[in-house]
């Protein structure tokens, strides 16, 4: 089998650059699976995952997870779905709760930063400290992804290397969280990884 059959039908240059590229994903719930998945079907050569939470069945609205993954840590779980789309991608995986004190401790090395919480207070102290420590490094986040419809109000917002997908409003406490907003903003954010890596291969970065 060669792998690389897999990425044929790939825009020119994409797997070449993407699989000699390390992408950190801090959450692996229903944005961090999802953005996995779709990075891993890009072509993506290694990847970082941490997350300390098990698979809920309230998970499997919205999260890459199915009926027999239930109790088991999710990031053993994407495991082995990623290497199912492609046995040769690197995945380090760790069953670890992400702090500020620990961060850097997985991703010091990555070559663009995902964010990937579910709660807003983890989310601002991750793009609070990685702004402050790895600045020269992208940070592409979710925020404003709950409830169904209103897609023209979804974007991305960049502040110099901090990029934000979603509408940046809604609330899933108030508006609850369905898979169809969930995995665009899951795949906004992978979309967006793909397109700095790109444009960093064709030395196009700051336009």
Do not use: H
Request: aromatic residues 10%; proline residues 1%.
């Amino acid at each position: 089998m060669n792998i690389e059959e897999i990425f044929i039908r790939n825009p020119q240059g994409v797997r070449e650059t993407l699989k000699n590229k390390t992408v950190g994903i801090a959450g692996c719930g229903g944005l961090g699976s999802n953005i996995a998945v779709s990075l891993v079907r890009a072509g993506i050569g290694n990847l970082i995952i941490v997350d300390y939470d098990v698979v809920d069945i309230s998970n499997l609205n919205r999260q890459f997870f199915f009926l027999n993954d239930i109790g088991e840590f999710k990031v053993d779980a994407i495991r082995k779905y990623l290497t199912q789309i492609n046995f040769q991608v690197k995945i380090s995986g760790f069953n670890k709760e992400l702090t500020p004190d620990n961060i850097s401790d997985y991703f010091a090395g990555v070559d663009i930063m995902v964010e990937a919480f579910d709660l807003a207070e983890k989310k601002r102290w991750l793009i609070d400290n990685w702004l402050r420590k790895y600045s020269s490094i992208p940070l592409v986040c979710g925020s404003g992804l709950s409830g169904y419809g209103k897609t023209n109000d979804l974007g991305v917002m960049r502040a110099g290397n901090l990029f934000v997908c979603g509408d940046q409003s809604t609330d899933s406490i108030i508006d609850g969280l369905c898979s169809v907003r969930v995995s665009i903003v899951a795949n906004m954010q992978a979309n967006c990884v793909v397109e700095i890596l790109m444009k960093e291969y064709n030395n196009d970065y700051n336009k």
